[in-house]
């Protein structure tokens, strides 16, 4: 199997995708996982693409690279929400052609609404 980069830990974001990237990169998963999580990773770990070590997640025939790291997520929404006319929906669709992340949209529309508030 193909090494991916370094992730950080997504526990309080998402925890069967950081366990189903782990099984995706390396086949194993912590052997304290009860029988019906283990099926819920497996199952996961066949939505993700590992390529030149980024994982990607594939929906409606839509290849989008999963973004684990907060900094890369703020650059990521800033640029995408670089025309201050721009409000929550245009930006989402913006970032979610390329990009996915698990709570997405709530971080999203934090950034957007802050954008409103420093115009005000």
Not at 52 to 69: A, H, I, L, P
Request: hydrophobic letters at 35%; charged letters at 30%.
């Amino acid at each position: 199997m193909e090494e991916a980069k370094e992730h950080p830990k997504l526990e309080d974001q998402d925890p069967i995708l950081d366990l189903a990237i782990q099984y995706a990169v390396h086949g194993t998963y912590p052997e304290d996982l009860s029988k019906g999580k283990k099926r819920s990773v497996r199952k996961r770990a066949q939505t993700l693409k590992i390529e030149n070590g980024d994982v990607f997640v594939e929906r409606k025939n839509k290849k989008m690279r999963v973004v684990t790291s907060k900094t890369d997520q703020i650059v990521i929404m800033n640029s995408c929400h670089s025309d201050p006319t721009s409000g929550l929906t245009k930006t989402w669709k913006r970032v979610a052609e390329r990009f996915y992340w698990k709570g997405m949209v709530a971080d999203i529309q934090e950034v957007v609404s802050s954008y409103l508030i420093e115009c005000i």
